[in-house]
């Protein structure tokens, strides 16, 4: 009878072990696969904010890069923007646009935060603008820039 209890409690041991290697797995993959913002559709009034940045941004016309600046769009859950848009100086003091920027980053904010978002914790970096065919666009990743926020 004493073998027999040394088995179940030697089995019982590995049972536990395998259910807290698992749980813990599971936490780790939880951490992993949490839905992004990125991937989330923008809220309904976030869509209205995103359509009048964009009316705002326009064509984003340039004569030089001087004229060309950036400015994040969003909030990801952990902090930062979710991303940048290029827009031009040449017709645009970026009043507004600052003003709706912001204005769309908190409205993101409280959506996250009413629906329990998560998000990577990326950092998504300021890639700066630059004027190309008379159009304000972003860089590319790694050549650096400034915000104009």
């Known amino acids: 009878m004493a073998h027999d209890e040394g088995m179940t409690t030697s089995t019982t041991s590995a049972l536990l072990r395998a259910v807290c290697a698992g749980?813990?797995?599971l936490t780790a993959s939880a951490c992993g696969s949490a839905p992004t913002q990125?991937?989330?559709?923008p809220a309904p009034g976030n869509a209205g904010l995103l359509a009048q940045i964009q009316a705002e941004v326009g064509s984003a016309a340039c004569d030089s890069t001087q004229q060309c600046q950036t400015i994040?769009?969003?909030a990801k859950a952990c902090g930062g923007p979710e991303?940048?848009?290029a827009w031009s100086s040449?017709?645009?003091d970026g009043k507004k646009l600052k003003a709706l920027a912001q204005a769309h980053a908190e409205a993101s904010r409280k959506?996250?935060?009413a629906d329990g978002m998560m998000s990577t914790c990326s950092i998504v970096t300021d890639p700066g603008a630059t004027?190309?065919?008379g159009r304000c666009v972003l860089q590319k990743?790694?050549?650096g820039g400034s915000s104009a926020m």
């Open 141 to 143: 990743s790694g050549m």
């Open 131 to 133: 004027c190309q065919a």
């Open 90 to 92: 040449k017709g645009n």
């Open 111 to 113: 959506q996250q935060q």
């Open 83 to 85: 991303r940048y848009l």
């Open 23 to 25: 749980f813990l797995l």
């Open 72 to 74: 994040a769009i969003g």
């Open 38 to 41: 990125d991937d989330a559709p």
